[in-house]
Nanobody, 114 residues
Framework: QVQLVESGGGLVQPGGSLRLSCAAS????????MAWYRQAPGKQRELVAV???????KYADSVKGRFTISRDYAKNTMYLQMNSLKPEDTAVYYC????????WGKGTLVTVSS
């Protein structure tokens, strides 16, 4: 049974930081491309950052220089370090694992507000 469990969301002030985690089980984690998506209220889900099975990374223009995606193969866990957070980063953040099939977590809410 595949499970992707996000954690680390919460309320943070503008300019603050959060680190999201995605713990994966039931998949060969090292073989999967992993990604973070987000969906703000009333908007479509959008790609935030991708990390390939070999560790290559790609970011949405809106988060470049502020967010860092990483993965720990020993812990089967992916991370998203988010710095200099802005109110427009408020969204539910979802973990995605993709190989032949696509798997999704249930999401974790990030709210950036003063």
């Amino acid at each position: 049974q595949v499970q992707l469990v996000e954690s680390g969301g919460g309320l943070v002030q503008p300019g603050g930081s959060l680190r999201l985690s995605c713990a994966a089980s039931g998949i060969a984690f090292s073989a999967y491309q992993m990604a973070w998506y987000r969906q703000a209220p009333g908007k479509q889900r959008e790609l935030v950052a991708v990390i390939t099975s070999s560790g290559g990374t790609k970011y949405a223009d809106s988060v470049k220089g502020r967010f860092t995606i990483s993965r720990d193969y020993a812990k089967n866990t992916m991370y998203l370090q988010m710095n200099s957070l802005k109110p427009e980063d408020t969204a539910v953040y979802y973990c995605n694992a993709m190989l032949v099939m696509d798997y999704w977590g249930k999401g974790t809410l990030v709210t950036v507000s003063s």
